[in-house]
């Protein structure tokens, strides 16, 4: 499951509390490398993280499976993390606070630009995939409604019923503008719950709509379908490494290091890569050796 | 001040979220007690069950609420997503502070005041009812309080799995770091447990005093 011991018991205030106490001891010549609460996220986390350890040497601190990706935006702007892998699209919406753009090229262009002056953060190029958004249904229920776009859904919807994380219900480029763009209309309000929790919800028929991501390996494991963007509402989503100028300009060995990622992870691996952890269940560090020492030996 | 005018311009939803949070909170405790006191009971009787019921009561308060959820989902009748799944992973979490106190406040009855009651010649079911229960109800109570103020904070996790509540503040303010939504939850939670103590407080005095 992707979702972690960061639940709504312990809430922000602890996120914030651990997050300051490490950024107070941490000392010395030590990477600290965040993620997002979610297996993608941990997994290209871990790649960064061991291969920053073996080719400059650096002791690297993981910081993994922070609560979403304003957590990880606060914690690198306060130098608690020095980098951690951010998606183009999500930065330009939901941090630049843009309207969604379609071409790839400027929404990285611009996402670097901005990102460098505002903040002092570094985009990387990116690790070659697209992680957009995957609206995803059932695929008994594609084949009957005939559904393969998201436009398609839409005459489906009003016997339906969705269930969306959080960050997705707030995001701007999240659902408000989604029903706006395919004039989508539910059976009631999506239900708000945990994004790991969604996954399992519409597999056992709870729900019947949510949005997940399209890399995740649950998509095809659980026997879901996810329907086409034929609108393309969703903004390019290409993930790259974002770290800390100062870090980069202190350490050259590791900005070479991680230049060595890029474009080395097609939408196809990283299906693959996130399978073996969701669905084969394979230790996330193990993965990550292993794809380092078949890809940059 | 962020905050005053965030419930001004959201007093509805608010309140709608306080009366959820609420509800979940006093459905959750009652079952709890429901199941819990006469377990706490039973273990009195049968001393035997003691360590395995306490044992697995105590396995399931370590349970992390999002891996309980994920488990509940699949089941028919008391899981899905909504309250009934949140109702079960709370009553799962209150169940401990009441069996034990039951226990304890009945095992610690005076062994002499329950002799004379057996002396009298009162059945079983008299000396539970009109000894054992009354004489440590003030202990229970006690238990029931714990359950129940832990209770309110716990149910802020209601919100992972579609049942609402304050949780959704939280949850939102987590997902975009907003401290006003995050407070906008958490602070009327920490109000509803104080004053879920204050209450319990003062029916345990009324109690531990009728007692007497």
Redo the contacts between chains.
């Keep these: ?1 992707t ?7 312990t ?3 602890w ?1 914030l509390a651990i997050a300051s106490l490490i950024g107070a001891c941490r000392h010395g010549d030590r990477i600290v490398v965040g993620s997002k609460n979610f297996t993608e996220s941990d997994l290209l986390g871990e790649i960064v993280a061991q291969q920053i350890e073996r080719r400059t040497g650096l002791p690297v601190e993981r910081r993994f499976h922070l ?2 990706t ?2 990880c ?2 914690a690198i702007t306060s130098g608690q993390i020095g980098m951690y892998v951010e998606y183009t699209g999500t930065a330009y919406t939901a941090v630049l606070k843009h309207a969604p753009v379609q071409d790839p090229d400027s929404v990285y262009r611009s996402v670097a630009a901005e990102y460098a002056t505002r903040f002092g953060l570094t985009w990387g190029k990116p690790f070659g995939f697209n992680n957009t958004f995957a609206i995803a249904v059932r695929r008994p229920d594609a084949a009957r409604y005939g559904l393969h776009t998201i436009s398609d859904l839409a005459r489906a919807a009003p016997r339906w019923h969705a ?1 969306f ?3 997705f ?3 701007s480029d999240g659902f408000a503008g989604l029903t706006r763009t395919y004039g989508l209309r539910f059976a009631a309000p999506p ?4 994004l ?2 969604t996954y ?2 519409l597999a ?1 028929g ?2 019947d709509v949510i949005a997940g991501n399209s890399t995740d390996g649950q998509i095809a494991a659980l026997g879901l379908v996810a329907l086409e963007d034929d609108r393309h509402y969703f903004p390019p989503y290409q993930a790259a490494v974002v770290s800390r100028a100062q870090l980069l300009g202190r350490y050259p060995a590791v900005a070479n290091a991680l230049a060595q990622l890029e474009g080395k992870i097609s939408d196809q691996e990283m299906r693959r890569l996130n399978a073996l952890a969701d669905v084969a269940h394979k230790d996330i560090a193990t993965i990550a050796r292993d794809w380092l020492r078949t890809n940059l030996p | 001040m962020d905050l005053v005018r965030f419930y001004a311009r959201n007093s509805q939803e608010v309140l709608g979220l306080l009366g959820q949070h609420a509800s979940l909170v006093a459905i959750s405790t009652v079952v709890a007690m429901l199941v819990g006191v006469p377990l706490g009971v039973v273990l009195t009787r049968r001393p035997a069950w003691r360590a395995p019921v306490l044992g697995l009561a105590n396995v399931f308060q370590t349970i ?4 309980l ?2 488990f509940l ?2 089941l028919p009748f008391i899981g ?3 309250a009934t799944t949140a109702i079960v992973a709370l009553v799962v979490y209150a169940l401990l502070p009441i069996v034990r106190n039951t226990y304890t406040g009945i095992a610690g009855v005076d062994p002499a005041v329950r002799e004379a009651g057996r002396g009298m010649g009162m059945t079983d079911w008299q000396l539970l009812t009109q000894v054992e229960l009354p004489l440590g109800l003030g202990v229970i109570l006690a238990g029931v309080r714990v359950a129940t103020v832990v209770s309110v ?2 149910t ?7 049942a609402g509540g304050l ?2 503040y ?8 907003d401290d006003t939504l ?1 407070l906008a939850g ?1 602070l009327p939670a920490a109000l509803m447990a104080l004053a879920a103590d204050a209450l319990f407080g003062l029916a345990e005095r009324r109690f531990a005093w009728r007692g007497k």
């Design positions: 499951m979702a972690g011991w960061a639940d709504g018991r809430g922000g205030w996120l609560g979403g304003f957590v935006h606060q269930g994380g959080y960050e219900l707030e995001r239900t708000a719950m945990d790991g929790l399992r919800a056992d709870k729900v | 992390p609420s999002l891996a959820f994920g989902i699949p899905g997503i909504g904070g716990t802020t996790i209601a919100a992972a799995i579609g949780g959704v939280i949850f939102r303010g987590v997902a975009v770091v995050i958490a």
